[in-house]
């Protein structure tokens, strides 16, 4: 079984998460929803442009995270996770053998 990230994640059929729109100041409302999407609230904010999330269960998720550091000229990424639905993310830290 892969991965299966998207830009919105549900944890059952009616709770579920996504990314807001990209703001001017590069960042993003985390928001959820508890009716299957018909109505979602900001729960947080995030500064990453891009991210794709999976959110396996209710409150518990992922989410790949990546944007472009001019100086470098390639893309940061990062691994992250909450367990409060969004509302903060810490680094995953892992080594690929």
Excluded: C, H
């Excluded at 059929?13 to 109505?39: E, F, H, I, K, P």
């Excluded at 900001?42 to 100086?71: C, S, T």
């Excluded at 909450?82 to 993310?89: A, K, R």
């Amino acid at each position: 079984v892969g991965w299966e990230a998207q830009a919105a994640s549900f944890a059952n059929s009616v709770d579920g998460y996504s990314l807001g729109a990209l703001q001017q100041d590069g960042t993003r409302q985390m928001l959820a929803t508890g009716n299957g999407g018909q109505s979602w609230q900001a729960v947080g904010v995030v500064a990453w442009p891009e991210a794709r999330l999976d959110f396996p269960v209710l409150g518990q998720g992922f989410a790949l995270a990546w944007r472009w550091n001019p100086e470098r000229q390639a893309y940061d990424y990062a691994l992250v996770r909450s367990e409060n639905g969004g509302q903060s993310w810490d680094l995953v830290k892992g080594v690929i053998e």
